[in-house]
């Protein structure tokens, strides 16, 4: 069963400014709710029991914000001198995370009702070392995914083999990738994604949420 977690909250929230001149997005509220309060009730309502979460942008607040609220479950919060991107994020937490065969990555700004215990046994059947929660609509920076659902790398252009798709900021990883992160500190997990399959032969599977709720709350509240 899938227990751990990681929330990527360290951004500046560009998208949602004025608001988050003053606040990290993270604590930008939703229906009265801020977004990250949303992604924990999420994750913990389908068995999650230890959350990791990285800052940056007014991490203060976010720490502030955790020590006058309670969860009932183990949060642990890495605060990152420098934006590390989303690959960067997650090995940087890798002495949090690799306790667990597989963990949940999700981010902050995403509200949903995707089954994560579903897509967990998706990615566990095909033993992928990432599942990627995807949805066949526009989006401006396309995923490629071939018939049997497997992630194919970015798309650049207008003509492909395979099918566009958007990643909808959820996937459940294998611990097995931080064998084979770069080097380098700062990296995008897509890119790396993309690069983990032109020079290895490991799965990276696609998991369809295209007629479930989802809704990107960094874009537009």
């Known amino acids: ?7 990527l909250a360290a951004g500046f929230g560009t998208r949602l400014k004025p608001l ?13 709710i801020p977004m990250i309060s ?10 999650i029991n230890d959350i990791v979460i990285n800052t940056h942008h007014f991490s203060d607040q976010i720490e502030n914000y955790f020590s006058e609220n309670y969860f009932g479950v183990k949060i642990t919060l890495i605060k990152e001198e420098e934006i590390l991107g989303t690959g ?4 940087n937490a890798e002495k949090y995370l690799s306790e667990a065969d597989d963990f949940i990555v999700y981010n902050t700004d995403i509200d949903s009702e995707i089954n994560i215990k579903e897509m967990y046994q998706h990615h566990v059947n095909f033993k992928a070392i990432a599942t990627l929660a995807v949805q066949f609509r526009q989006t401006n920076r396309p995923i490629l995914i071939d018939e049997d659902m497997n992630f194919r790398g970015r798309a650049y252009g207008s003509e492909y083999e395979f099918k566009k798709a958007a990643f909808c900021g959820i996937h459940v990883i294998n611990k097995n990738i931080f064998r084979y992160f770069p080097d380098r500190k700062i990296f995008d997990i ?13 799965k990276i599977k696609c998991y369809n949420i295209t007629d479930i709720y989802w809704r990107d709350l960094g874009k537009e509240l």
């Open 1 to 7: 069963m899938l227990k751990k977690a990681m929330i």
């Open 20 to 32: 988050t001149d003053t606040m990290p997005k993270a604590l930008v509220e939703y229906n009265g």
């Open 38 to 47: 949303r992604v924990i009730q999420k994750l913990t309502s389908e068995g």
């Open 88 to 91: 960067g994020a997650v090995k």
């Open 190 to 202: 897509i890119d790396f994604y993309c690069d983990l399959i032109s020079a290895l032969d490991l």
